[in-house]
């Protein structure tokens, strides 16, 4: 697969799967710092990302979960005070390189709030509107196919398929976030970020967008923050594990296939804090 993203400088050589991972990893971040002012956040960050799996991302709070998932797709960049060292690679391109345009970055790398957060439109139009602002050009029935497909996508087709004129805010909470997920993967991105999805979400719910999950990971590479361990055991094939410092700046403690982190850890605070002794 061939990854086009949009430069403002000629400074950048695109590069395929092939020619670094073999496919293998969608991101790999090498030594990742993000600072906040002189605050540094986040240091010395080194994960690679399996493609079409899913990664979960735990630790205690405040520990910097939150901002490595940012620096995947340049949403740090929004706060004026945030500085970000070291590469994040998207299917071996630096997404940090000058001259590459985040917007564009985001095309390619879909992001999943804590809190649902649908437009105040139609259902139709809350995945329509975001597919128009990234360029689409189709008819009426194309938009229309697109739509349909997001919403089967997301597991929400058949629960909202006879009122898709009605406000997106008028659906129950774990339906606005499947809406905000059948947003995020009708642009097709290759990446799906979220950010504690569950979190506002009932146990039903919860279950629903698990399931979701799992069956997105088909086609998508998933990297989830939670908290909930029960969760990341639950529907992840890889976890990393993050903690803080002396100076309170998070860090990866270790990472690896799920099942390992969880029964064989390699580290004694990865277990302290699995098995609830600590955070």
Request: proline letters at 4%.
């Amino acid at each position: 697969m061939s990854i086009n993203i949009k430069l403002a400088t000629d400074q950048f050589t695109p590069t395929t799967p092939t020619e670094t991972s073999n496919g293998r990893f969608a991101v790999e971040a090498t030594n990742l710092h993000v600072y906040y002012g002189n605050f540094l956040a986040v240091k010395e960050v080194n994960l690679k990302v399996e493609t079409q799996k899913i990664t979960a991302m735990i630790g205690p709070s405040g520990c910097g979960k939150s901002t490595v998932l940012r620096a995947f797709n340049r949403m740090n960049d929004l706060v004026p005070i945030a500085r970000t060292e070291g590469e994040v690679l998207f299917h071996g391109q630096n997404i940090y390189a000058e001259g590459v345009d985040p917007v564009e970055v985001r095309k390619h790398v879909g992001m999943v709030f804590q809190k649902p957060n649908p437009f105040p439109k139609s259902i139709y139009e809350n995945i329509a509107w975001g597919v128009r602002i990234n360029g689409f050009k189709g008819k009426k029935l194309d938009m229309d196919d697109v739509v349909v497909e997001s919403l089967k996508d997301a597991a929400l087709w058949d629960e909202v398929h006879d009122k898709l004129q009605q406000s997106g805010l008028s659906l129950s909470g774990g339906q606005q976030q499947r809406l905000c997920i059948a947003r995020a993967v009708a642009v097709k991105p290759d990446i799906i970020l979220m950010d504690e999805p569950c979190s506002a979400l009932d146990p039903i719910s919860t279950l629903k967008i698990e399931e979701l999950m799992r069956d997105l990971s088909k086609h998508y590479t998933i990297i989830i923050v939670t908290h909930n361990m029960q969760q990341a055991a639950r529907v992840s094939d890889y976890t990393a594990f993050f903690t803080l410092d002396e100076n309170r700046a998070g860090y990866l403690m270790e990472s690896g296939q799920t099942n390992q982190i969880f029964m064989n850890p390699k580290e004694k605070v990865t277990e302290d804090y699995i098995t609830g002794r600590f955070g």
